[in-house]
């Protein structure tokens, strides 16, 4: 099964709350803040591994993203990743989803056929859920957002189960086709030092926008349609206090504020 999965590096979501806003640019403050693989980009190579252990074949991941980020993306070789193919050129900087999805179709469509692309539900940062299905979108294929269970029967036919707000959709379709996962799907693998070792011999390769046939106009900030004409940090009106001393000291002053805030009526 040749199966392709689409990464990002994002902002470590742990320390989310040290990005801030350039008022002045209207973009992210993103320095100090460590670069991890989007979380749910590796419930999407973790799904591709166990297909890759039942049915063989290659796993290549993808991303748009500056070559500085490659000692971050590796680990999703040293996850078990195949091969790495990373977009980068100064031309595609600034694209919106519409341009960063036809640049990853434009690549997808240089490395061959595939049976299977993979990717997060949303990312950490942006998280606007609209790259993978206007991906499907480029390549002509269907995608199944929510996905938080992946059967192949051994005629090759997916079922799918999808969770929408009401339950789940369980759909049955062939390849090729574009998933989009869920945290509930599966729990990404442990990495081993042996593992990260391993990866360094892997192939990493770099494309720039000469390296692909880019049939759309949708390439970087000046080929976006989406225009940001406004962003601001959302208006802080809850307040968090944080109890301080041990765990005994700290459920007293818990039920203390409950009591107080009429929670208790004994
Ligand atoms: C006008 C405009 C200008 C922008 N300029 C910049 C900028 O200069 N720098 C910047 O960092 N961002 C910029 N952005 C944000 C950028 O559009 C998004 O980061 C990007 O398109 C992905 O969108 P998302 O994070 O919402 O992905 P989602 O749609 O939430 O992602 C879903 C899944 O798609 C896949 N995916 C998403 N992005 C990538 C990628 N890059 N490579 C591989 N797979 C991917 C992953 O599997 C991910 O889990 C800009 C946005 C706009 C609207």
Redesign the pocket.
Known sequence: MQII????P?PDPKYLSRVSLDETTK?LVRENVPTVI?P??KN?LEAALSLRERFGGEITV????PESCIPVLREALAMGGDRLLV?SDTRF?????L???SI?AAAIQKTGAFDLII?????A????????PQ?AEFLGVPNIMHVSAIEVSDDGVFRIKSRIEAGYVIAELSAPMVL?VIKELNEPRYITLMNILDAEAKDVRVLSADDMILKEPWVG?SG?P???VELAAPEKRAKAEILAGDARRQARALADRLYRMGFYHG
């Open positions: 999965v689409c990464i990002k994002v973009t989007n749910l980009d999407a993808i991303s748009m993203a977009l900087a600034g694209s919106d989803t341009a960063t999805a990853i990717c997060g539900n949303e990312t940062d942006s998280g606007t859920s609209q790259v993978s991906l989009s900030l976006s989406t225009q940001i």
